[in-house]
């Protein structure tokens, strides 16, 4: 299949489905985010409640876009994703998954609310960083504009969640005159028709923004895993005809061609000749796949590392000194608007995900939301704060922890549906009682895990990296 032999086949099947199991375990370890509030308000029952939250999950999933997979293509470095040695690709593929689904195993386990995004980017980070330390490596760099990005996004995001459900309780406060709603759940007796429908809608909510983000991890992985090992077939979008890229390429030329390369600093002159070298190696490139005779001969993974280089080297020629402040190249407004639109129609041909890769992670996270829900949701609905989780604690927290997930998924970042929700239910309680209405055993629990999950996956991801590659 795909030219593999037996071997490489089977691994492919391996790591597909391995990333499968990691998108599965994410989802009933992350269940409990979205029922807990409905199973323990009565609003739903626990059975119908997760199958409930899985269909959403799914449908999150499949219809929510993939910025955030591609955000989490985008954290590895460019060198190591378009690396053709089968062995640095067998290794990254093998720590990544390993590293995430012993994590989230182990977490689960011992019923703490633990973050798979968390868990995922410390893999990438471990394995990016180890791939520095191989000596053919030369010149590779994590993404680190995409890390800062990513890692802001995961630490601000706790913070939001905690402080605009407080805010919200307020609100609701100042708003809602029914005082059931402030209420304890009556174990013995299901909530008013109201607030049974408020609990719902939010759980829905969270359900298919938890698809939309956390799911999008899935569809990036199962990328990285298609993208390495068979780069010919998936290092471009397959819908789409590579040729019509020729303009895009003619008009990226044309503008650089208004270069003045007497005004380019010597430390900026390696980025404008490798820029130059890639326009011209894909211009070549893609003047094969004009001739539908010859499309078959069109080189996709040197065509994918090309298009990736002009869009980073092209960032990087814009913002240099010689640009900003010897103006080595002049372009009107509309011009640089032109050459920005230009590269990002040639970067949609490396931006994609096959419907068969987001109908796979969407069945897996969905079916993983069916079942395993009860540790985590034991801990979210009971441990977190000394007082039983009211109606109106629920619902504002779950409400904050849907507009933080959409907002991030929208603009492609990847943050922690635990720990949003988590934080919102630890801000619901403080509005109520105080610091002292926390249990800060569990919270403490949490926080450490929260604080030990990326420096740990990054060792255990870097490690197995170099181990496997060692073995290979």
Same mark, same amino acid.
């Given at each position: 299949?795909?030219?593999?032999?037996?071997?490489?086949?089977?691994?492919?099947?391996?790591?597909?489905?391995?990333?499968?199991?990691?998108?599965?375990?994410?989802?009933?370890?992350?269940?409990?985010?979205?029922?807990?509030?409905?199973?323990?308000?009565?609003?739903?029952?626990?059975?119908?409640?997760?199958?409930?939250?899985?269909?959403?999950?799914?449908?999150?999933?499949?219809?929510?876009?993939?910025?955030?997979?591609?955000?989490?293509?985008?954290?590895?470095?460019?060198?190591?994703?378009?690396?053709?040695?089968?062995?640095?690709?067998? *290794?990254?593929? &093998?720590? #990544? =998954?390993?590293?995430? $689904?012993?994590?989230? @195993?182990?977490?689960?386990?011992?019923? /703490?609310?633990?973050?798979?995004?968390?868990?995922?980017?410390?893999?990438?980070?471990?394995?990016?960083?180890?791939?520095?330390?191989?000596?053919?490596?030369?010149?590779?760099?994590?993404?680190?504009?995409?890390?800062?990005? *990513?890692?802001? &996004?995961? #630490? =601000?995001?706790?913070? $939001?969640?905690?402080? @605009?459900?407080?805010?919200?309780?307020? /609100?609701?406060?100042?708003?809602?005159?029914?005082?059931?709603?402030?209420?304890?759940?009556?174990?013995?007796?299901?909530?008013?028709?109201?607030?049974?429908?408020?609990?719902?809608?939010?759980?829905?909510?969270?359900?298919?923004?938890?698809?939309?983000?956390?799911?999008?991890?899935?569809?990036?992985?199962?990328?990285?895993?298609?993208?390495?090992?068979?780069?010919?077939?998936?290092?471009?979008?397959?819908?789409?005809?590579?040729?019509?890229?020729?303009?895009?390429?003619?008009?990226?030329?044309?503008?650089?061609?208004?270069?003045?390369?007497?005004?380019?600093?010597?430390?900026?002159?390696?980025?404008?000749?490798?820029?130059?070298?890639?326009?011209?190696?894909?211009?070549?490139?893609?003047?094969?796949?004009?001739?539908?005779?010859?499309?078959?001969?069109?080189?996709?993974?040197?065509?994918?590392?090309?298009?990736?280089?002009?869009?980073?080297?092209?960032?990087?020629?814009?913002?240099?000194?010689?640009?900003?402040?010897?103006?080595?190249?002049?372009?009107?407004?509309?011009?640089?608007?032109?050459?920005?639109?230009?590269?990002?129609?040639?970067?949609?041909?490396?931006?994609?995900?096959?419907?068969?890769?987001?109908?796979?992670?969407?069945?897996?996270?969905?079916?993983?939301?069916?079942?395993?829900?009860?540790?985590?949701?034991?801990?979210?609905?009971?441990?977190?704060?000394?007082?039983?989780?009211?109606?109106?604690?629920?619902?504002?927290?779950?409400?904050?922890?849907?507009?933080?997930?959409?907002?991030?998924?929208?603009?492609?970042?990847?943050?922690?549906?635990?720990?949003?929700?988590?934080?919102?239910?630890?801000?619901?309680?403080?509005?109520?009682?105080?610091?002292?209405?926390?249990?800060?055993?569990?919270?403490?629990?949490?926080?450490?895990?929260?604080?030990?999950?990326?420096?740990?996956?990054?060792?255990?991801?870097?490690?197995?990296?170099?181990?496997?590659?060692?073995?290979?």
């Amino acid at each position: 299949m795909f030219g593999l032999d037996m071997g490489m086949t089977l691994l492919l099947f391996g790591c597909i489905l391995a990333a499968m199991a990691f998108e599965f375990i994410n989802g009933f370890h992350d269940t409990a985010n979205a029922v807990a509030t409905v199973i323990y308000t009565r609003s739903m029952k626990p059975r119908i409640a997760v199958i409930w939250s899985g269909i959403f999950n799914f449908l999150g999933v499949y219809f929510g876009g993939i910025a955030v997979a591609i955000g989490i293509i985008n954290l590895l470095p460019l060198e190591i994703l378009l690396d053709q040695n089968i062995s640095h690709n067998v *290794a990254m593929v &093998a720590s #990544l =998954i390993l590293t995430a $689904i012993i994590w989230n @195993l182990g977490t689960w386990y011992f019923g /703490i609310p633990c973050s798979s995004s968390h868990t995922l980017i410390g893999s990438i980070f471990g394995v990016g960083l180890a791939y520095l330390f191989i000596s053919d490596s030369s010149g590779a760099a994590l993404n680190w504009t995409k890390v800062v990005e *990513a890692l802001s &996004a995961l #630490l =601000i995001s706790p913070v $939001i969640g905690f402080g @605009l459900t407080i805010l919200l309780m307020y /609100i609701f406060k100042r708003t809602v005159r029914k005082k059931k709603f402030f209420k304890a759940a009556d174990p013995e007796k299901k909530p008013p028709f109201w607030v049974r429908l408020l609990l719902i809608g939010t759980c829905t909510t969270v359900s298919y923004s938890h698809g939309s983000n956390d799911g999008q991890k899935g569809v990036g992985l199962i990328m990285i895993i298609l993208i390495s090992l068979l780069p010919a077939h998936f290092a471009l979008d397959n819908t789409k005809n590579p040729s019509n890229m020729i303009g895009n390429v003619n008009h990226i030329e044309y503008y650089l061609g208004k270069t003045d390369t007497t005004k380019i600093a010597a430390a900026d002159m390696a980025i404008y000749k490798s820029l130059k070298t890639s326009v011209s190696d894909l211009k070549n490139n893609l003047l094969i796949a004009q001739n539908p005779a010859e499309t078959d001969k069109l080189d996709k993974f040197n065509a994918r590392k090309d298009i990736l280089t002009i869009k980073k080297k092209t960032n990087e020629f814009l913002n240099s000194a010689s640009v900003m402040n010897n103006k080595a190249l002049v372009l009107t407004a509309k011009e640089q608007k032109a050459m920005k639109k230009d590269i990002a129609e040639m970067d949609s041909y490396t931006e994609y995900a096959p419907w068969f890769v987001i109908l796979m992670v969407s069945l897996s996270l969905g079916l993983g939301t069916m079942i395993g829900w009860k540790r985590i949701v034991t801990t979210l609905g009971e441990k977190i704060g000394k007082s039983q989780m009211s109606y109106a604690q629920g619902a504002s927290a779950q409400i904050v922890a849907t507009a933080t997930i959409m907002s991030s998924s929208t603009i492609g970042l990847p943050v922690s549906t635990t720990h949003v929700l988590s934080s919102g239910i630890a801000g619901s309680m403080v509005y109520e009682g105080g610091w002292k209405n926390l249990q800060m055993k569990t919270i403490y629990n949490i926080l450490l895990t929260w604080v030990i999950t990326i420096p740990v996956t990054i060792a255990m991801s870097g490690g197995l990296f170099l181990l496997i590659r060692s073995m290979l």
